[in-house]
């Protein structure tokens, strides 16, 4: 991991960082979209995602960009919203419709939403593995006081077969 991402990784526990987080999503998404997927703002220490819902109540398609990490043949994501007290749009966009596109290096795959218990087994070893790519999710977790959603975003029926457009999650 080089030097620009070490020091996100630290930067990110500070509050400063977490306020400036929606402003740095706005950029990120703009940068990724344009590079379809080969550039991001965070550099490439990280595995990132571009998340395509369906707004709950505009029916449109909503981007968000996202670290995941690869587990059980999907992605891992979590709704931390950079520790704030309120969870993040998309996580109820995916409660509302769990169909979705990911895409990872420009490449698409749709996926099934499946929102993981706040607690148990499988809870715990995700979070883990979320923790493994990006350890400033305890530091939101506690900021925010609230249960963070955590989602495994599964291939869509033929995505896992290699009949649907992706790639693998890489692994973490």
């Keep these: 991991m080089g030097l620009y991402a070490r020091g996100l990784r ?27 997927g080969r550039m991001s703002v965070m550099g490439r220490g990280f595995t990132q995602l571009l998340l395509t819902t369906t707004g709950r109540r505009s ?3 909503r981007v968000s960009p996202l670290i995941y990490a690869a587990a059980d043949g999907g992605f891992v994501v979590a709704g931390t919203n950079f520790g704030q007290r309120h969870h993040p749009a998309w996580t109820g966009n995916l409660l509302a419709e769990p169909a979705a596109v990911v895409s990872v290096d420009g490449q698409e795959t749709p996926v099934r939403a499946r929102l993981v218990p706040d607690a148990g087994p499988e809870r715990e070893r995700l979070w883990a593995a979320m923790l493994r790519v990006w350890p400033a999710y305890d530091t939101y977790a506690r900021r925010a006081g609230r249960p963070i959603r955590l989602f495994l975003l599964e291939p869509a029926d033929g995505a896992a077969d290699g009949t649907a ?8």
């Design 10 to 36: 630290r930067l990110g526990h500070t509050r400063w960082l977490a306020a400036l987080g929606p402003r740095l999503v706005a950029a990120d998404r703009k940068v990724q979209r344009r590079t379809r």
């Design 59 to 61: 029916g449109q398609a």
């Design 165 to 172: 457009n992706g790639p693998a999650p890489r692994a973490t």
